[in-house]
């Protein structure tokens, strides 16, 4: 059975450069989520979606950021221009929406902006 | 603003011994609480919950407690074992909007031999 699938797994770029972070979740289940995870701020919800809609992007640092999610079982989290700031660890999770039900995550995407 | 404080950023404790860490909110609306653990290299995993008309909930090793008048929650792990050995969040959620769970920063630890 299948967790929830991110890649790459570890990303190094250039600042300026575009970055997408894909993410699969677990099959049935229809929400959501990307964080990112730094040293001074934890783990930070950036957006999520509940049936492919997005409910809740108030997390997204900036206009640089952008997610989609065209189906079920596919989201991208889009950088650009990536600044040397946006490196951290970023996590894909995803729950059956019920209210309260836990969160499955991914192994996450180690990005490093130059 | 940082709605959910998690002040110890590490914490070492002997094997056998009984590991305690803490969480502090502020947000009054936050009434569902979570743990989760999370190892080097892999995504956090749930680990134990609370909800706000209790204020314990015990599983195995695991114990969490709530004192909701001081908006504080601590995770109790008995005995400590060298494979608890990990980052610890703390999550919190309300019911107004129960998917979105606000995490802390986060404490590291370390149960050595």
């Known amino acids: 059975d299948a967790g929830v699938i991110q890649s790459p797994r570890h990303e190094v770029t250039e600042m300026g450069q575009e970055v997408t972070l894909r993410c699969k979740p677990i099959?049935?289940?229809?929400?959501l989520f990307w964080y990112r995870q730094t040293m001074m701020r934890g783990l930070e919800l950036l957006i999520y979606?509940?049936?492919?809609?997005?409910?809740?992007d108030s997390g997204m640092p900036e206009d640089r950021f952008s997610a989609k999610m065209p189906n079920a079982s596919f989201s991208t989290l889009k950088i650009q221009p990536s600044e040397p700031r946006d490196s951290a660890v970023y996590f894909c999770?995803?729950?059956?929406?019920?209210?309260?039900?836990?969160?499955?995550f991914g192994p996450g995407t180690r990005l490093l902006v130059l | 603003d940082q709605q959910v404080k998690q002040n110890s950023p590490s914490l070492s404790v002997q094997e056998g011994r009984i590991s305690i860490l803490n969480c502090d909110y502020t947000?009054?609306?936050?009434?569902?609480f979570l743990w989760y653990k999370k190892y080097p290299a892999e995504g956090p995993t749930f680990l134990i919950s609370?909800?706000?008309?209790?204020d314990k909930n015990e599983d195995g090793r695991f114990t969490v407690f709530l004192n909701k008048s001081a908006k504080h929650l601590s995770l109790h792990i008995v005995p400590s074992q060298p494979g608890d050995s990990a980052v610890y969040f703390c999550?919190?959620?309300?019911?107004?909007?129960?998917?979105?769970?606000?995490f802390g920063t986060g404490t590291r630890l370390q149960v050595f031999p």
């Open positions: 979606f509940n049936n492919n809609v997005p409910i809740d």
């Open positions: 947000n009054s609306m936050f009434d569902y």
């Open positions: 099959s049935g289940h229809n929400s």
């Open positions: 999770a995803s729950s059956f929406y019920r209210g309260g039900e836990t969160q499955y």
């Open positions: 609370i909800s706000s008309i209790k």
């Open positions: 999550a919190a959620s309300a019911s107004t909007d129960t998917d979105k769970l606000i």
